[in-house]
T-cell receptor
Framework: SQTIHQWPATLVQPVGSPLSLECTVEGTSNPNLYWYRQAAGRGLQLLFYSVGIGQISSEVPQNLSASRPQDRQFILSSKKLLLSDSGFYLC????????????FGQGTRLTVV | AQSVTQLGSHVSVSEGALVLLRCNYSSSVPPYLFWYVQYPNQGLQLLLKYTSAATLVKGINGFEAEFKKSETSFHLTKPSAHMSDAAEYFCAVRSGGSNYKLTFGKGTLLTVNP
């Protein structure tokens, strides 16, 4: 069966520090991968999605970047964190068919101080 | 472009009462529609999905939703609320074609009162 791993679960980082959140998927190949950010009362904001290795689509211009160095690995990064980067970050994957649902990781609570 | 509007950021019902969470979508092509549930500090879990088969879709935990193209709606219902249904619910849309974006609404927090 397929599983998705996202870590760490919580993270407290100072302003100006770098960020690296990692997400890996097991049990499937060529998944579509997604990074979302969730802020209170604002729903899930799609940050990046990827349909293949090295293929990244950015949805919102911001202080973050994403990379997909391997088929089932998706990384969210920042060179210098801002206070506004605080939030709950969720990684998700879905199969190639458009009708398939997305499966979510457990999320990372990022607090920038 | 695709979008989702969830009417009501907070819905409160009594235990045993009907649950109705509203979702309207916008899509230029026939959509795929999803409802997810999220418990505090956890990821999202799929409740049900519409993929152009039956317009009335049954999901887990007694939830169901009806796709109404004329109203561009996909409202979520449950006949009798249980305390364990208290959570945040998200509606999502993915347009057809080659669009792999999955767009979510802002969510509806469901409170169930004893």
């Amino acid at each position: 069966s397929q599983t998705i791993h996202q870590w760490p679960a919580t993270l407290v980082q100072p302003v100006g520090s770098p960020l690296s959140l990692e997400c890996t998927v097991e049990g499937t190949s060529n998944p579509n991968l997604y990074w979302y950010r969730q802020a209170a009362g604002r729903g899930l904001q799609l940050l990046f999605y990827s349909v293949g290795i090295g293929q990244i689509s950015s949805e919102v211009p911001q202080n973050l970047s994403a990379s997909r160095p391997q088929d089932r690995q998706f990384i969210l990064s920042s060179k210098k964190l801002l206070l506004s980067d605080s939030g709950f970050y969720l990684c998700a994957w879905s199969g190639p068919p458009l009708g398939t649902e997305a499966f979510f990781g457990q999320g990372t609570r990022l607090t920038v101080v | 472009a695709q979008s989702v509007t969830q009417l009501g950021s907070h819905v409160s019902v009594s235990e045993g009462a009907l649950v109705l969470l509203r979702c309207n979508y916008s899509s230029s092509v026939p959509p795929y529609l999803f409802w997810y549930v999220q418990y505090p500090n956890q990821g999202l879990q799929l409740l049900l999905k519409y993929t152009s088969a039956a317009t009335l879709v049954k999901g887990i935990n007694g939830f169901e939703a009806e796709f109404k193209k004329s109203e561009t709606s996909f409202h979520l219902t449950k006949p009798s609320a249980h305390m364990s249904d208290a959570a945040e619910y998200f509606c999502a849309v993915r347009s057809g074609g080659s669009n792999y974006k999955l767009t979510f609404g802002k969510g509806t927090l469901l409170t169930v009162n004893p």
